[in-house]
Every structure is written in C-alpha cells, then in structure tokens.
C-alpha cells in the first residue's frame, strides 16, 4: 500500500484558465481521453448540450444550460492522481472562478493562437502570478490560421510579463499543421491523418530524428524548410529551460496543439505531467512556518461555499483544499475560526457529474465538506494535534455594481440577513456608503449572472424582493495605507468617485473610470490603493 507520501507526491492539482472560447473545455476533455478517463471524446458536456449543467441545484443552471460553480475532476494517470480544478469562464464568471485558482499548485493557460492574449485570461494570469505558481501554456487552435508563434511569445511576454520557453515548436499552420518538434529531444512528431476523421480517438504520431531524408515526405518539403529556419532562430533567441524559473511562476513553458483535432495534445500531457508540482508547503500564518504536506498532519482551508446543490436538504457544501496530511471520513477535526472541535462527518468529491462519497483524501486533494452555516471562505480546519491558519483567501475586485434596495420595506429584516448570509458565503460583495446604513446597499460582482443568482436566490430563500439599480463604477481599490494613515473623508478625489466600506470595514474608493484613478494618485501624494481586499 502506499505511504501517504507516496500518495501526495503523486498528486498534481491545477487548473485550466483561458478567455471563453479559447478551446478549455475541448482540451479538458482531450486529456480525459487520453488518460482513459474517457474511451471517446464528444461525452464530456458541451455548451449546447443540456448535459453541462455539473448540478441542477438552482434553476439559473438549468434554464441557462451552464453550472454555476466549479467541479473538481480526479483521475489516475501514469503514477499521477491528477486533479482538474474547473474554473468557469462564460457567464458563470464569479468570484468563484479566482477563488479555485487559490486551490490550485499550478495552471494551464489556453490561448487561441488567432487571438492571442484575451481580457480574461489577463485577469486569471494576475491572480495566478499573485501565488507565483508555475504557469504553462497551451497555444491552441494550430489547425485554423494562427499568427506568427514567435508574435504570439513576445505578446505573452509583453502582455503578461512572463518569460516563455517552447518546449515544441508547430510544424505548419492550420490545414497544413503536420506535426510539432520536440526540442529536448531534437525530434520530429509528425500527425498521422488530417484529424477530422477521428477526433474522438487518440491520433496517432510517426517520430523522426532532425536530419531523417524522409522528413520532406513527412512532413512537407517547404515544412521542413521553415523548421530549420524556425529552429535556428528559436535556439538563439528563445529563453534557455530553467526548471526553477518555472516552478516560481517566471517562466512557462509552451506547447502548440489543436486540441480539437488532437493535435499535440499527448506531447502536452507528457511534459506536463512531468514538470507539474505535487502539492509543496503553505505558511502556518500563526507561526510563518512552513507546513509540509507530507509529514504533517491534516490540515487544509475553505476556498469555496456552495450552497443548495441538493434542493432537498438546502445544505451548503464547503470546498476544502488539503494542504497537509491525510482526511478520513468521519475524522475529528479543529476548526480555527470557529475555535472549535468539529467532526468532517461528510465528505464528497466532484467527479464529472455525480457527487460521490470521499472516505480518504489526501493533501492536494479537494474535500467538500458538509456545512451547517459554520464556514467562511477562508477558514482553515486541521487536525485536533496539530493547530496551524493559513492566510485566508484575497477580496478579489468586483466589475459590476449595482445599488439593491428591497421593494418592500417591512423585510427590512430578511434583506439585511439574506444580503450578509450571501456575502458571507463569498457569492457577491456588499459595501456600505459611509455613513449610511444598510437600507440599500452596494453590491459588487466579479461575473454578472451573480446579481441574477443574488435576486433569486433572495426570493427563494429569504422571500424577499429586490430592487436593482446599476452603476456605472468601472474601477475599485481598497485603501492599502496603514490604519489611521489617510483619512478617507479628506481625500481629494473627482466628484463622482464613491467612498464606501466593505463587511469587514476595510475602505474603499469606486471610480467611474481608470482616469480617476490616476487623478486620485496624483492628488493624493500619500495614498496607497490595492486591487485585492484584505485576506478573510
Ligand atoms: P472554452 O471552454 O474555452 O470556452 O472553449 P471550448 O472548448 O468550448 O471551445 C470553443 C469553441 O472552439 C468550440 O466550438 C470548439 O469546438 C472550438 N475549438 C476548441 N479547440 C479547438 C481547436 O483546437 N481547433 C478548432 N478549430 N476549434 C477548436 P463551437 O463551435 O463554439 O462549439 P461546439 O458547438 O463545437 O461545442
């Protein structure tokens, strides 16, 4: 049986981010075909297809045929336990999505080798560079027209502000896309077939040395030309492999492929798998010691609440992310902020489309555990011998606002408990106006669809109706400065810039454009802003 070292350094936890559209779920399904968690692409949710709902624990799911918070998919791969953290990225766009990235030991970047890099995979970029956790890249799409691999680097290098390092280079370009060259190794991988047969089944790839006579037949004879002109190029320019470099988050390494035609897809999975980090030590926040996953005991924190997936029992379900040791059913536990002793009576994972009952879990691993109302986003459990917090989980910035008031007045009650229970629970962000009270209050969302969920979720449970009116903020930062450093109220700002307060009285400043930001900088010498609240 395996120690429970043996199980944790197997374990590489990551998610896939991308700006919609860029092929994600296509790639997730294809390494789930190539790992033999599936026998044949084209099972696994499409967007179309009523089945993508992960849950139909709200209505909003069902009607708009797309799940509202994320799913952990768990597999066995080559000696790996692999789990693919589901980050949502369409509509479903939420707060939820940044969160996941914080349970994350690495991720993978999908970009559309048209378009190059989109809005919202510069968002999940920030946030993953925030944690520094490596970042590799998938340049997808080589089947259609694409740009120019070398244009698509600098873009990511300018944009990003991550160095890159191919680990294969395309061989032609959309219908000519032939093959891909391993650069470690210095050999050809040509694609058998023009992948539109088969695209549900493995493709086959032919390997040939640099150099082989028959590589113009192979590949192409004007292919191989520009290989050789590509490569030279490459090996005086492109950054050297440095595996520290990708392990702290300042260098990912590329990969190009098609994932819908298979293309390149098992090249990736290799070298992935390969590179990818098992879980490695948080910081005990109370100490600033490391907390080694192997050799201590559970512990882990809530990076995610979510609730009513099951209509029946209105039950919320907190996701744990396991930093250390290992989690058995039914086990005693200590839950930090709540200073008490709690029992994880239940455990589920998300696999695919079912929840199933975890017994034993280890760190890297995802836990939802039952939650009566107890958790925060945030809060760290661990075992009863070990005491150990971790930092918490970042605000990360709203992008829509809207002033919600409730249409009856004598809810007064129910809006005030509805509106701080689902702030609570981490599905929107309410702030005050200072000075104000809480008769109608600003919320903020990270995705839009959250005020729908926010209204009906009010309706259904707290049965009360609300009033939306939006605002036309663009922009939030917190005030960094050291307590009692500025003071808010003085704070020479455009008139239209809103002082408000957030739940935990943390300051903030919302502006109507990124120039008034730069106006409340220049006049305001002293102040500090952030885009990331205080950590729960
Ligand atoms: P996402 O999760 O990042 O949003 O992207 P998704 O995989 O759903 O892919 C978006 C669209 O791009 C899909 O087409 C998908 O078939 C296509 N796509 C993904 N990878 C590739 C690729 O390697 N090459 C090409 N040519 N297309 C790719 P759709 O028509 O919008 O959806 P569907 O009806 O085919 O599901």
Known sequence: ???????????RTFAIISHPDAGKTTLTEKLLLYTGTIQSA??????????????????????????VTSSVLQFTYGGCCVNILDTPGHQDFSEDTYR?????????????????????????????????????????????????????????????????????????????????FDRASRHVLAFEGDGRANASKKVNEIEAELGDPALDELIGAENHRNLMDDIELLDGAADEFDFDAVRAGKLSPVFFGSALTNFGVEPFLKDFLRLAPAPSAHTDALTGEPVEPETSAFSGFVFKIQANMDKNHRDRIAFVRICSGKFERGMDAWHMQ???????????????????TVDEAYAGDIVGLFDPGMFSIGDTVCSTSCRVQYAGIPTFAPEHFARVSQVDTLKRKQFVKGMEELAQEG??????????????????????????????RLKSEYHVEVRRQ???????????????????????????????????????????????????????????????????
């Not at 709540?338 to 199933?356: E, F, H, P, S, V």
Request: hydrophobic letters at 40%; one cysteine or more.
């Open 1 to 11: 049986m395996p120690s429970i070292a043996d199980e944790i350094s197997s374990r």
């Open 42 to 67: 084209g099972s696994v949710k499409g967007k179309s297809s009523a089945k993508h709902a992960v849950s139909d624990w709200m209505d909003i799911e069902k009607q708009r045929g797309i799940s």
């Open 100 to 180: 996941t990235l914080m349970a994350a030991d690495s991720a993978v970047m999908v970009i559309d080798g048209a378009k190059g890099v989109e809005a919202q995979t510069v968002k999940l970029f920030r946030v993953c560079a925030l944690r520094g956790i490596p970042i590799f890249t998938f340049v997808n799409k080589l089947d259609r027209e694409t740009r120019d691999p070398f244009e698509l680097m600098e873009e990511i290098e300018n944009v990003l502000g991550i160095g890159t390092c191919p680990m294969n280079w395309p061989i032609g370009n959309g219908k000519n896309f032939r093959g891909v």
């Open 338 to 356: 709540g200073n008490r002793k709690i029992k994880l009576a239940t455990g589920t994972a998300m696999m695919a489309d079912d929840r199933a």
């Open 427 to 456: 599905a929107i962000q309410i702030f005050r106006e200072l000075g104000a009270g809480m008769e109608s209050v600003i919320v903020g969302v990270v995705g839009e669809l959250q005020f729908e969920v926010l209204e009906q």
């Open 470 to 536: 939006p605002l036309g903020y663009t922009d939030i930062r917190w005030i960094a400065n050291e307590p009692g450093q500025v003071d808010i109220k003085s704070l020479n700002l455009t008139r239209d810039t809103l002082r408000v307060e957030d739940m935990r009285g943390g300051k903030l400043l919302l502006f109507t454009s990124p120039w008034n930001v730069d106006w409340a900088f220049e006049h305001n010498p002293d102040l500090e802003l952030s885009e990331f609240g205080n950590v729960t």
